[in-house]
């Protein structure tokens, strides 16, 4: 593959972030706790009990960060806003300082030609929400929709790009789910009623981003598209494979583009006593017209029926080929998948807003980091892009996850992503290969 190919006319090339992994300053200027500040405090969840207390240090260090963007020739950044830093209660009176800090970041961002894209919910919900039921409580996305209009009057057309929330699938499914991420609680029972008031709040975060008038800006919302493939095309394996399409992509699609849930999806939650707490005129809310969709996928997953697991019936069958330092198998054509996948519902302009992967960086004894497996792995995936765009797909973006190494959620400080190294002891940032290969595609395919 040569590393020029040919990208369309104005196509982003970015990096991604979001704010509890990198920002740090967790209790500084006001911002309140959120439930990421909570939970890391719980002893055994995270991989090797590290914080996000401090993390990257980006909240004081933001300014050489975004140096680091313009000498690498992004024209885009994706980063989110932490709720809790506007408003440290998840409502009433916001926070100046907080506020102020954004305005730096998205200042700094202007003054070297990159477009901000802000995501408002990175999955950071403030604690005290999470104290009267967090997003098992309808009242939570009144909350966040409230929040939501502040920042669009706060920010407006500063931010070109906005999208309501990044993965709801993995808030509701291993937030409140199995626990495995913040808030930590178990309770299957949750998924459905927490997956609806997500999206209800973004239907009501549409509406307030209308009312708020903006001339130049646009809004979305990030959903994880993962293709999802029978182990054998024996009917329970692909009833099986259909079975996890249905709960972590199509659940979210068909509510925001159809206007309603999946059938065989409330069929089959039903007979497990699940039900979305749907109340007249929700769907419409749900399925306002967005701007764009960003897309964030990273493999395929492959499954066998497996009716021990009760609440989708099927298994994972592990990668056979080479895999990530994630365990996640290396699969190009998932970007491919992915795309055609969300193309069956919708015709609007698409993004690639997070695809990366994590491997083993080895910093050799001169303080280098030679990490070609990434370089491979960026190069295989950002060639599936164009052939997304060749097949017809209207793709206007391309956000590596992630612009620096960062807290990795449940996996702690253990599992590195960053095209940027941090020495998360001096916070020195270093450039590795991928780097500098990510620079040289984009000044050969920005036009």
């Not at 069958?317 to 190009?332: D, L, N």
Request: with cysteine; glycine share 8%; proline share 6%.
């Amino acid at each position: 593959m040569s590393d020029k190919q040919d990208f369309p006319p104005g196509f982003l090339w970015g990096a991604a972030t979001a704010a509890y992994q990198i920002e740090g300053a967790w209790d500084e200027d006001g911002k309140g706790e959120s439930i990421w500040d909570r939970f890391v405090r719980r002893p055994g969840v995270i991989a090797d009990g590290a914080t996000g207390d401090v993390a990257c240090d980006h909240y004081h260090r933001y300014a050489e960060d975004v140096d680091h963007m313009a000498a690498m020739g992004l024209n885009a950044y994706r980063f989110s806003i932490a709720w809790p830093r506007i408003f440290p209660n998840g409502g009433g009176r916001p926070n100046q300082a907080g506020l102020d800090f954004y305005r730096r970041l998205i200042a700094a961002l202007h003054r070297h030609n990159i477009t901000p894209m802000a995501t408002l919910y990175h999955w950071d919900l403030p604690q005290a929400l999470e104290d009267r039921g967090g997003w098992a409580n309808r009242d939570t996305a009144m909350r966040f929709a409230e929040y939501a209009s502040f920042l669009f009057h706060a920010l407006g057309d500063d931010v070109p790009l906005w999208a309501t929330h990044n993965e709801p699938f993995i808030q509701g499914f291993y937030g409140y789910g199995n626990g495995e991420n913040a808030p930590g609680r178990r309770n299957p029972w949750a998924i459905l009623p927490v997956g609806h008031h997500l999206l209800l709040s973004h239907g009501m975060a549409v509406d307030a981003f209308r009312a708020a008038n903006l001339s130049a800006a646009q809004i979305g919302i990030v959903l994880m598209i993962w293709p999802h493939h029978p182990v054998s095309q024996r009917p329970a394996d692909v009833r099986a494979a259909r079975r996890v399409d249905g709960a972590m992509n199509r659940i979210f699609l068909e509510p925001l583009f159809r206007g309603c849930y999946p059938e065989d999806m409330l069929t089959h939650f039903g007979r497990r006593l699940m039900r979305p707490p749907i109340r007249p005129g929700d769907m419409e809310i749900i399925s306002r017209p967005i701007d764009f969709l960003g897309v964030n996928t990273y493999t395929r997953i492959v499954h066998t029926a497996d009716w021990r697991d009760v609440l989708v019936g099927a298994r994972q069958i592990p990668p056979h080929g080479p895999t990530t330092a994630m365990g996640w198998e290396i699969y190009p054509n998932c970007i491919v998948e992915a795309l055609q996948k969300v193309a069956e519902y919708t015709d609007i302009p698409l993004y690639i807003t997070e695809n990366g992967a994590a491997f083993d960086d080895l910093v050799e004894p001169d303080g280098s980091i030679n990490d070609a497996t990434r370089i491979d792995y960026l190069w295989a995936h950002i060639a599936a892009a164009r052939r997304a765009i060749n097949a017809g797909i209207d793709l206007r973006g391309y956000f590596v996850w992630s612009l620096i190494d960062n807290f990795e959620w449940a996996q702690g400080k253990t599992k590195r992503f960053g095209l940027i190294h941090v020495d998360y002891a001096t916070q020195r940032r270093t450039w590795k290969a991928s780097a500098r290969f990510f620079r040289d595609l984009i000044a050969k395919n920005t036009r």
